[in-house]
């Protein structure tokens, strides 16, 4: 009696994993359920022990839920101290240079600096790259993929980017399989189908909220991920059938990106907004904001912007510049009054369009101040869409640090996970 009542006290502490004794004289037993892991992604399912009986019934789990490869990820960052989005700039040698921390001097207990490095050129997307190749498991970089909506130039701050991250198989390459289908075309690599997508994809390492905070307690101060969630199914309405066949990409996939930038006129700057706020300093007597709300509703609409993109940097560029196409739609282009300090006026140049060139955004807003200011008059405006040239006018090419990239609009159905702090 004494056997059978510790074997029943040992079937009640070790729960399933008694199962496969057997034990004359117990016909069956009860177990108290299981409490469900709420971080495991899978549907619960019910188990029932019967001891004494000829044989055991399995009950079959039903796994409807995959594992995810792919996620999107909702960006904040301060782009003072980053040489834009494109991690293209960064170094070779990123373990040994960029990836040492420093520490402070000024502490005893030699307190990690993160982000803090001397020297070593930055980029929003090589930061969020290096960090998941660590929570992959200390990987080659190489083949963890993030992909933005929007190339940002150095010093552009970003409240809305949108990256979609994945990590590719070790031996995924190119030359593995001569008729693989990249399922975008133009991509040199493999694209996610779906957001459970394993052709080429590797598991992502853990679940999303836990992911999301991971990567907030590893990248630096100045880089904050703001949301998460599976990569969303593609639905794309209004536009071309060719681009809505194709899987979600943050770019090939967004309606319309918003643009903001924040100028001041006045005598004196603001010193507490003096490095998010563009501040004419030079001796202008006065800006005509009707005469820049003018020049604003010329601007809006479909036309070619070639004469108000940046000049392309070295011959591979021009060559690529020469086969873009120039034609963009500005859905929304306005600038309001902000505030008076003292004699400095600030406003507020919004932007929203399906896509944009490189520096357009900041000639745009040179071009609208150019006008209020009376360098620049709506005659000079119209003739740069006309004939896509600047004709020797002097158009001023905004400064980065007051641009800020706000919001990005897709069609697609977004599951934001819940991100802890």
Not at 147 to 169: F, N, P, W
Not at 272 to 297: G, M, N, P
Request: aromatic letters at 8%; one cysteine or more; a positive charge.
């Amino acid at each position: 009696m004494v056997g059978h009542e510790t074997t029943a006290w040992l079937l009640t502490l070790f729960g399933g994993a008694c199962a496969s004794l057997a034990c004359p004289g117990i016909t069956a037993l009860a177990l108290p359920p299981v409490a469900a892991n709420p971080n495991f992604q899978r549907n619960a399912a019910l188990r029932t022990v019967a001891w004494g009986a000829d044989e055991v019934t399995p009950v079959a789990v039903n796994f409807t839920e995959q594992p995810l490869t792919s996620a999107l990820l909702h960006v904040s960052y301060d782009g003072r101290q980053f040489y834009g989005w494109s991690s293209g700039n960064d170094p070779k040698d990123r373990e040994s240079n960029a990836a040492r921390p420093r520490y402070s001097t000024r502490s005893r207990r030699r307190r990690r600096n993160r982000g803090n490095y001397d020297g070593t050129v930055r980029s929003v997307q090589g930061e969020i790259q290096y960090c998941l190749s660590k929570v992959y498991g200390n990987i080659d970089p190489q083949r963890v993929v993030v992909e933005g909506c929007s190339r940002t130039d150095k010093g552009v701050h970003a409240r809305g980017m949108m990256a979609q991250i994945y990590c590719l198989h070790e031996t995924t390459s190119p030359n593995d399989d001569p008729v693989v289908d990249w399922s975008i075309p133009g991509k040199r690599q493999p694209h996610p189908r779906n957001a459970t997508d394993t052709s080429y994809f590797t598991q992502l390492p853990m679940n999303l909220t836990k992911l999301a905070f991971t990567l907030n307690r590893m990248l630096p101060h100045d880089i904050s991920i703001m949301g998460i969630a599976p990569t969303p199914h593609p639905h794309v309405t209004g536009c071309n059938p060719a681009i809505s066949a194709l899987p979600f990409h943050p770019t090939l996939s967004c309606r319309h990106k918003t643009y903001r930038y924040v100028v001041s006129v006045g005598t004196r700057a603001d010193p507490t907004k003096r490095l998010y706020v563009w501040h004419l300093d030079r001796a202008i007597s006065t800006f005509s904001l009707d005469q820049a709300e003018q020049a604003c509703q010329i601007l809006q609409g479909s036309h070619n912007f070639a004469a108000f993109q940046g000049a392309p940097r070295g011959s591979d560029n021009k060559i690529k510049f020469t086969m873009r196409n120039t034609t963009c739609q500005l859905i929304s282009i306005r600038i309001q009054h902000q505030s008076t300090w003292l004699d400095t006026e600030t406003y507020v140049v919004s932007v929203t369009g399906d896509r944009f060139l490189y520096k357009m955004i900041r000639f745009l807003v040179g071009t609208v101040v150019g006008v209020g200011t009376g360098k620049l008059t709506l005659d000079n405006v119209a003739a740069m869409l006309l004939t896509q040239s600047r004709n020797n006018l002097q158009v001023e090419c905004a400064p980065p640090h007051a641009l800020v990239l706000e919001h990005v609009e897709y069609d697609a159905a977004i599951d934001w996970q819940p991100v802890r702090s």
